[in-house]
């Protein structure tokens, strides 16, 4: 069970689509698939049956170097029987600016049955160059990154205000990630447009297959399937993930402020 909050944030931050950013200069104007109040709750669980506890995320608004920015929360906790054994307190920061949609601080602060880390990292766009202040170590390092690097979280709302109607069933998608101090490539394969139901009805979702790489948080036999609203908001909606002992799940379990209706399908 090592990780699994981990695993969550770690796909929630992938489980999106690749477009180029249209550049406006008016951020004003423009249409985000989400907004200042909006607030998600997943909950966790271990072959099916298991509560393995909660994740949340939360948007606000915030401000860096006179440029308005969100700032989102992600929170993992372990509960119930689970925490007994294996107690979880996770805790995930993205401050990214409004008009480019990049990050420009992420703060990862965890506690995994007893496997910590504390970690601040400062993006600089203009020498394209990340800082990592390790506070478990007291060490600062620097990294070369990409121009158009995400962090684990800011990932998931850079890529939920794409446009994704282009498509297809197999396409795959790649998306750069900075995490364990290095950049990963991480690929995503559409798979189709089906309706699932959730706790609140039947919704349209899109699914996606994530194609992880071996050696890192999954193995090479895991498989895992990610579902996510077919409207403007592009919310997670589910996920699954068969892993080498038993299963894991994360079920949208309550949200507010979404930017967009939430469409729920109701039978006549």
Not at 129 to 146: D, G
């Amino acid at each position: 069970m090592k990780n699994y909050i981990y695993i969550l944030i770690f796909l929630i931050s992938a489980l999106s689509f690749g477009q180029s950013v249209k550049s406006e200069n008016d951020i004003s104007k423009k249409k985000y698939a989400f907004k200042s109040g909006e607030w998600l709750k997943f909950r966790m669980s271990y072959s099916n049956f298991l509560n393995a506890g909660y994740s949340t995320m939360e948007v606000r608004g915030a401000s860096n170097n006179g440029k308005e920015a969100f700032h989102i929360l992600g929170k993992g906790k372990s509960t119930g029987l689970i925490s007994l054994f294996f107690k979880v307190e996770d805790d995930y920061q993205t401050f990214m600016y409004k008009e480019s949609l990049k990050p420009y601080r992420f703060i990862r602060k965890i506690n995994e049955g007893g496997y910590t880390k504390d970690q601040e990292i400062f993006f600089d766009h203009t020498t394209n160059l990340a800082t990592v202040n390790n506070y478990k170590h007291e060490t600062v390092e620097k990294y070369k990154i990409s121009s158009e690097i995400q962090d684990m979280l800011s990932a998931l709302y850079f890529l939920r205000n794409q446009e994704i109607s282009n498509l297809k069933e197999g396409d795959n998608i790649e998306l750069k990630l900075f995490m364990d101090d290095e950049i990963t490539v991480f690929k995503l394969q559409f798979l189709e447009k089906e309706i699932i139901k959730t706790k609140f009805g039947k919704v349209r979702a899109i699914a996606f297959r994530p194609l992880v790489q071996t050696g890192r948080v999954f193995k090479e036999q895991e498989s895992v399937t990610v579902w996510v609203s077919d409207d403007k908001n592009k919310i997670p909606l589910l996920i699954k993930a068969s892993l080498a002992v038993g299963s894991l799940r994360a079920d949208l379990d309550a949200f507010k402020g979404l930017a967009h209706p939430f469409n729920i399908i109701f039978d006549n």
